[in-house]
């Protein structure tokens, strides 16, 4: 099985932060990775996929780095809307999401 | 559009079985391209991708979950189901059934519906 680890679990942020977000694989893989933003009591919605592709429609503030075990997801310029929970989930063997990191206001 | 509506029981008793079956519409669950997943969302606790199903009816499940799991596809009724036995108050969550789609750029959960949430209690 591969494990997924993030870091940190969360953060307070401002408005106009930049913020980093890293996700660590147990094992290589590749960029077979994809990271998804989820609200309160809404569904989640996938923002980077293939390590660094941006969904389409979403904000270029996202961006999103990084192969074979370690990743990093960043927010230049934090805006209200991005206080949200966000996680990565490898697809290089089954499915594995990773624990989240929970950003909200500083 | 592809809309998909999750429906079952939002209580069952611990050993019992959780059943639930997600409903497909705007889009064929036949289709190639896809595949066709549960995920569910502990209380206050991040996401568990519980398994997926292609139109075939080859699936994948979590192995933590593997002896317990059942997942079929019925492309007559553009559903497909989750089959959970034996559950503890630890199954406990909102369970989600999502479209995954996969091509040479991609693989990622595009469509999700809105959650069911589902109690073990006795």
């Known amino acids: 099985d591969i494990q997924m680890t993030q870091s940190p679990s969360s953060l307070s942020a401002s408005v106009g932060d930049r913020v980093t977000i890293t996700c660590q694989a147990s094992q290589d893989i590749t960029t077979n990775l994809n990271w998804y933003q989820q609200k309160p009591g809404k569904v989640p919605q996938v923002l980077i996929y293939d390590a660094s592709n941006l969904a389409p429609g979403v904000p270029s503030r996202f961006s999103g780095s990084g192969s074979g075990t370690d990743f990093t997801f960043t927010i230049s310029f934090l805006q209200p809307e991005d206080f949200a929970t966000y996680y990565c989930q490898q697809y290089e063997d089954l499915v594995t999401f990773g624990p989240g990191t929970k950003v909200d206001i500083k | 559009q592809v809309h998909l509506e999750e429906s079952g029981p939002g209580l069952v008793k611990p050993l019992q079985t959780l059943s639930l079956t997600c409903t497909v519409s705007?889009?064929?669950?036949?289709?190639?391209?896809?595949?066709w997943s549960w995920i569910r969302q502990l209380p206050g606790k991040g996401l568990e991708w519980i398994g997926y199903?292609?139109?075939?009816?080859?699936?994948f499940h979590n192995p933590s979950l593997q002896s317990r799991l059942s997942i079929s596809i019925d492309k007559s009724k553009n559903q497909f189901s989750l089959s959970l036995s034996s559950v503890t108050a630890a199954d406990t969550a909102v369970y989600y059934c999502a479209r995954g789609v996969y091509d040479s750029h991609r693989n990622i959960f595009d469509s999700w519906g809105q959650g069911a949430r589902v109690s073990v209690s006795s």
């Open positions: 199903i292609y139109y075939t009816g080859r699936s």
């Open positions: 705007g889009g064929s669950i036949s289709r190639g391209g896809y595949y």
